[in-house]
Nanobody
């Protein structure tokens, strides 16, 4: 089992920044990729950004140039730096770990961007 705990969400004005963290614990060996997803009110959960063990990253078009995903393997922590936030970024953000064909999810952290 893999446990994921997100932190760093909150309320911010448009144009502001937040950094989300995701602490991974448990059987984290052989995790092949990690990522951030979000679910806006009334919408499906969508991918925001992913990073694999080679350090390759992918971003949703809507966040390219504004968000940066990174991981600190020594601390078993995943980050999402979010800059120039927009009201449409308002959502619950979830950390994801993919290991041996199984998806693991954190409980989510709320990000609210006011206009």
């Amino acid at each position: 089992q893999v446990q994921l705990v997100e932190s760093g969400g909150g309320l911010v004005q448009a144009g502001g920044s937040l950094r989300l963290s995701c602490a991974a614990s448990g059987d984290i060996f052989s995790i092949t990729s990690m990522g951030w997803y979000r679910r806006a009110p009334g919408k499906w959960r969508d991918v925001v950004a992913t990073i694999n063990n080679d350090g390759n990253t992918n971003y949703a078009d809507s966040v390219k140039g504004r968000f940066t995903i990174s991981r600190d393997n020594a601390k078993n922590t995943l980050y999402l730096q979010m800059n120039n936030l927009k009201p449409e970024d308002t959502a619950v953000y979830y950390c994801n770990a993919f290991k041996k064909a199984v998806d693991y999810w954190g409980q989510g952290t709320q990000v609210t961007v006011s206009s």
